[in-house]
């Protein structure tokens, strides 16, 4: 009975092999990476963050200087305040350091709302042009060969020119 079984796995092993040996998937590869960074529309996207990026920065480091000076000039008229005054003027600073420091996280959250908002339309047209040229080459799978995605060695046929041909970008 035991042996019966045996021969039977075997069996329904071997014809399965034999079905997925004779229905191979075609396999194609990508560098979706590569593929996104080369689009107009992400270099676009990326522009208007790294300007928004650069305002902000802009603000804060104005902010700074501002509560620079002002520490400076508190710690020149010191001996001439009384032990109230400067203490005021110590809680004074610590007040402008923390509006800076939330302003500062206020500017690194909208950041990056604005790069998802920008960046959800172009990886969504990467994808559905790295689907639609799959679909018309005939290949099943594609896997993506960025670094780090999974892929270590990708032989198989690079959808890379067919995607970039089909986006026109």
Do not use: C, W
């Not at 590569?34 to 208007?48: G, H, I, R």
């Amino acid at each position: 009975m035991r042996t019966l079984k045996t021969i039977v796995i075997a069996l329904v092993l071997s014809f399965g092999l034999m079905a997925t040996t004779n229905a191979q998937s075609k396999i194609a590869h990508i560098n979706s990476q590569e593929f996104v960074q080369n689009l107009p529309s992400y270099k676009s996207a990326m522009t208007e963050l790294d300007q928004r990026e650069k305002t902000y920065r802009k603000e804060i480091d104005d902010l700074l200087k501002e509560a620079q000076k002002t520490n400076e000039r508190y710690q020149r008229e010191a001996g001439t305040k009384t032990e109230e005054e400067n203490q005021t003027r110590a809680m004074e600073l610590q007040e402008m350091q923390q509006s800076i420091q939330e302003y500062r996280q206020t500017a690194s959250e909208d950041l990056q709302k604005k790069q998802e908002e920008l960046m959800r339309p172009v990886l969504e047209r990467a994808r559905q042009v790295i689907q639609d040229v799959a679909r018309e080459k005939g290949y099943d799978y594609v896997l993506d060969s960025s670094l780090g995605a999974g892929v270590l060695m990708a032989d198989g046929y690079n959808l890379m020119d067919d995607a970039k041909a089909a986006i026109g970008e």
